[in-house]
C-alpha cells in the first residue's frame, strides 16, 4: 500500500487542483454562450471538474502496492 504520508500529499495536491479547477479565471473562460450537447458550457464544465475530482480521489485513496 502506498505509505500514508505519500497518499497525503497526493490529496493535498489534488486538493490544490480543485481550488485552481473552480476558482475565477479558468470559470470565466467557460461562461459564454456555447453548448455541448445542448448543455450550457459552464455546466458541463463544472460537472466534467467535478467527477474528475471524485475519480482522481478514488484512484488515490483505493490505489494498492503493486
Known amino acids: ?3 500514508p504520508n505519500l497518499k497525503g ?5 489534488l486538493f490544490l487542483l480543485g481550488c485552481l479547477l473552480f476558482n475565477f ?3 470565466s ?3 459564454g454562450t ?4 445542448g448543455i450550457p458550457l459552464i455546466y458541463f ?3 466534467a471538474a467535478w467527477i474528475s475530482i471524485i475519480a482522481l480521489m478514488a484512484l ?3 490505489r494498492k502496492d503493486p
Open 1 to 3: 500500500m502506498i505509505g
Open 9 to 13: 500529499q497526493r490529496l493535498v495536491a
Open 25 to 27: 479565471p479558468l470559470l
Open 29 to 31: 473562460l467557460f461562461a
Open 34 to 37: 456555447g453548448r455541448i450537447w
Open 45 to 47: 464544465y463544472v460537472f
Open 60 to 62: 488515490i485513496i483505493e
